[in-house]
């Protein structure tokens, strides 16, 4: 799974959490999230080591110091699973016979309310016009301030 | 939703990761399952369609945004998740987008030795500062 674009850099990448609303229930080899526990402070630790950055922007994780065993993690139909923009993760093998469906979705924190008359630009590499349409007046908050 | 907020921010901050049970209703499930098949199939080509060696996976991407399943991202239960882990204001990032994985190699299995835990397939989120 890749950031769907334009993901930020270290260190602003903090203040966001990525959900996967899941759709189906996941059972061991069907395709779950599998992640490395507490490797986003392991990544964070090298954030400011630029030969072990430029091993992670390669993603190569094998044998990398202070990573903890995988897991997959099994979840039910329904569940949401939140986790840190800089977890070690992946998904396994679908070894069962159902596809394996969620919807990703990512939210960014702010320090504080936006302010009304500073509206947000809506990138469209990030929200689909017909997304933006879609939602409906009471939750277009989420957005942020919309031009006028 | 059955933790305490404490328990998922305390979960999310040690571990990275935590997980809010029974976000939406079997009735929601199952109108939302058929879209996903609508909107991406096992055929469908890239950019979407990345991932490791005889990957079967099936990206998000803003192209194959569906606002039928894309609604779900800030469906009020999975608002107030975000709201009861982040404890402060926050707003959505990017369109939400459905994510496939069907039978098939993705990314290894876990625990089973040159199976999973290669350099391949994993993933780092964050990009090269420009």
Not at chain 1, 66 to 72: C, M, P, Q, R, S
Not at chain 1, 94 to 106: A, C, E, G, P, Q
Request: aromatic share 10%.
């Amino acid at each position: 799974m890749d950031w769907p674009s334009k993901p930020p850099a270290p260190p602003d990448i903090n203040g966001y959490i990525n959900g996967m609303l899941h759709f189906t229930t996941l059972e061991p080899g069907g395709g779950c999230f599998t992640l490395v526990p507490c490797s986003h402070k392991v990544v964070q630790s090298y954030l400011d080591d630029p030969a072990m950055l430029e091993r992670m922007y390669r993603s190569e994780f094998h044998d990398f110091p202070g990573l903890e065993t995988e897991i997959e993690i099994n979840v039910n139909a329904g569940d949401l699973l939140f986790f840190h923009p800089l977890m070690v993760y992946n998904s396994s093998d679908n070894r069962s016979t159902r596809t394996r469906k969620v919807l990703f979705t990512i939210f960014r924190a702010l320090d504080e309310e936006p302010a009304e008359d500073d509206p947000v630009d809506l990138d469209p590499d990030r929200f689909h016009r017909n997304y933006v349409a879609a939602v409906d007046d009471d939750v277009k908050w989420v957005l942020g301030p919309l031009p006028k | 939703m059955h933790r305490s907020p404490q328990e998922h921010r305390q979960e999310f901050s040690e571990q990275g990761y935590t997980v809010f049970e029974d976000v939406l209703s079997a009735d929601e499930i199952a109108y939302a399952q058929p879209i996903f098949d609508e909107v991406i199939t096992p055929d469908t080509k890239p950019p979407i369609v990345t991932g490791t060696e005889n990957s079967r996976r099936q990206m998000n991407h803003i192209e194959y945004c569906e606002p039928r399943l894309s609604k779900f991202g800030h469906h009020p239960r999975v608002l107030e998740a975000a709201r009861r882990l982040l404890y402060r204001p926050f707003r959505l990032s990017h369109t939400p987008n459905p994510n496939l994985i069907y039978q098939g190699k993705a990314g290894g299995l876990p625990g089973v030795p040159g199976q999973w835990g290669g350099a391949r397939g994993l993933a780092f989120q964050a990009a090269r500062p420009a």
